[in-house]
């Protein structure tokens, strides 16, 4: 009898574990293929429940062996008509969902190509090099935050195209939430943002066409009531005391320095009414910017002239003159210091679902 050698021995057994290592992880992308699969059924079964269009081309799974994943051309997703005029619907050129160990709790949803978003009768043409959402995984539960990531981003709009370099926004809901509690939360960052060129965008002709970055951070205060009908929702949701809380918002555009923090509502007739803060440095030359732009009458901006000195301090970070002044906004009208400076046009609701 021929003995095997201690070596090929461990061969053999290396062999057989490597044999094993590659059969769990096939049995392992196998089930996550599946699952992605059978969660994406449920999902469209549970749109189409609730009156959305849902088409698109046969799921294809790929990915092995790196990660899971399941490609559909060709996603219509369309519905909403019954909450706002025209409803929404995304017409994607391909959908890609994505599950890499081991965090086989977070799902990437990836929007490779050409894709358009219609808000009412308006269409927006968007695509990126980069657009990712990522959303965790609790079997059981609908996801309670999402994780959104785009680079170079373009986006075709009425006014012209938009291209953003990069962005964030993260997005984080609680059905439960109770009147002290935010029902969602939203918070936003982006930088380079490229805008249509005046006369189309007034404030692009004001500032230039780039900002530089803007950040916010928003929260709505619940619970989100129920229903179908647009307009009684907003008034149930006010007369519950809801509101929307801007925390920060920061913005670097052209000679525009701000941060600004705002509290909103709704008011009797369900019009945006609220009071907050804004910093500004640079506030003289956005102004002329702005008067030269049409958007702040010459009348309104002398006054201002005369009172920017008197707000004026150095700021603590550059010594540069800023201003900190009070901000409401009533009757569609939009304050610094109680000098009204833009008339909002009137918010118009749907009163009646299709």
Do not use: C
């Not at 009425?158 to 609680?174: F, N, Q």
């Not at 918070?187 to 803007?214: I, K, M, Y």
């Amino acid at each position: 009898m021929v003995r095997k050698s201690p070596a090929r021995r461990l061969a053999l057994f290396g062999a057989i574990g490597l044999v094993a290592l590659a059969a769990g992880h096939t049995w392992l992308w196998r089930t996550t293929a599946g699952e992605l699969e059978n969660g994406w059924k449920a999902w469209i079964a549970l749109r189409r429940a609730q009156g959305w269009q849902v088409e698109h081309a046969s799921p294809v799974r790929g990915g092995w062996p790196r990660s899971a994943t399941l490609s559909m051309d060709r996603v219509r997703l369309e519905g909403g008509a019954a909450t706002l005029p025209g409803g929404v619907a995304l017409f994607a050129e391909r959908v890609v969902l994505r599950v890499t160990p081991p965090r086989l709790d977070l799902l990437r949803v990836e929007l490779p190509g050409q894709q358009r978003l219609r808000i009412g009768g308006t269409e927006y043409p968007f695509t990126a090099d980069s657009l990712v959402a990522v959303v965790p995984l609790d079997s059981g539960a609908p996801p309670a935050s999402a994780e959104v990531t785009a680079e170079r981003l373009r986006v075709g709009t009425p006014a012209g195209g938009v291209a953003v370099r990069a962005a964030r926004l993260m997005v984080e809901g609680s059905a439960s939430a109770t009147e002290a509690e935010p029902a969602l939360a939203l918070t936003l960052d982006a930088e380079e943002l490229d805008l249509p060129a005046a006369p189309n965008a007034p404030l692009g002709g004001a500032f230039g066409p780039r900002v530089e970055a803007v950040s916010a951070e928003l929260s709505v205060s619940g619970p989100l009531p129920p229903g179908r009908v647009p307009a009684a929702r907003a008034a149930a949701w006010r007369d519950g005391g809801g509101t929307l809380e801007l925390r920060a918002l920061t913005l670097r555009w052209g000679p525009v320095r701000a941060e600004a923090a705002a509290t909103l509502a709704f008011d009797e007739a369900l019009q945006p009414m609220g009071a907050g803060t804004l910093r500004v440095a640079g506030a003289a030359s956005a102004l002329d910017a702005l008067t030269e732009a049409g958007l702040v009458g010459r009348r309104a901006a002398a006054t201002a002239r005369a009172v920017l000195p008197l707000l004026s301090r150095p700021s603590a970070d550059t010594g540069l003159p800023e201003i900190e002044v009070p901000l409401t906004l009533e009757d569609r009208t939009l304050a610094l210091a109680r000098i009204p400076v833009l008339r909002l046009e009137p918010l118009a609701w749907p009163t009646a679902s299709r």
